[in-house]
């Protein structure tokens, strides 16, 4: 399946947490070494724009909340359209951050190169699955709600007879698990895939700097 073009953002950047702000941590060395010192840049490196992308889902998950609403509103063809203009930003953001995402993550993979020890490879080869892990999903949820934008732009809301709120009376019956983006999506399930990744990844990022890079 060749993924769909990319969308431009219509308004300007918003500011996104530090990792320290999610709970996840930034990792930092007193040891010069060229294996500490990739594990240290590159997983850093990597979590800043991980987090970004965190926030937009955030922001996303309540967007496609009201998104799910809209149409039980006098008003659903003005909330529709705002809605779109929302997610066409946030989602198109999460595109541009994703490229320098998995290079960061190609790079603290090529640490294992780096050291001699058996072990420090190993664990710094399980960091680097979690946090492509955690890549995978944001990725996958990327192009999933590109989908969802781009439909949304083709969407002619105004168009055609809508004596239901914008809903034919088709649409008004179909239950509400079938008109839930979210739940098609499965949005809640593979965030909760991304913070499991991340969790773990931090812990292991923490523990080699604190055992090995000190």
């Not at 020890?117 to 996958?140: S, T």
């Not at 192009?143 to 809301?157: K, T």
């Not at 991340?198 to 090995?212: L, R």
């Amino acid at each position: 399946m060749v993924p769909p073009p990319p969308v431009v953002s219509t308004t300007g950047p918003v500011a996104t947490p530090s990792p320290a702000d999610t709970g996840l941590r930034n990792i930092a060395t007193v040891k010069s070494s060229p294996f500490c010192t990739s594990l240290v840049e590159h997983f850093n490196g990597a979590l800043r724009p991980m987090v970004a992308n965190d926030y937009a889902l955030d922001r996303i998950d309540t967007q496609l909340t009201s998104l799910k609403d809209a149409f039980k509103s006098i008003d659903y063809a003005q909330q529709f359209t705002t809605l779109r203009v929302r997610l066409v930003q946030l989602v198109g953001d999460m595109q541009k951050r994703l490229p320098g995402l998995q290079d960061e993550v190609d790079r603290l993979r090529d640490g294992e190169a780096l050291t001699k020890d058996p072990d420090e490879a190993k664990r710094l080869h399980g960091l680097a699955e979690k946090m492509q892990l955690a890549y995978n999903k944001q990725h996958q949820l990327t192009n999933d709600l590109l989908s969802v934008v781009q439909g949304m732009m083709a969407y002619r809301i105004l168009d055609g007879d809508h004596p239901i709120n914008g809903q034919d009376a088709e649409t008004m019956a179909m239950p509400d698990e079938m008109k839930d983006i979210k739940s098609y999506l499965k949005f809640d399930g593979q965030r909760d895939v991304i913070r499991s990744a991340e969790s773990d990844a931090a812990d292991v990022a923490y523990d080699i700097a604190s055992t090995k890079c000190r």
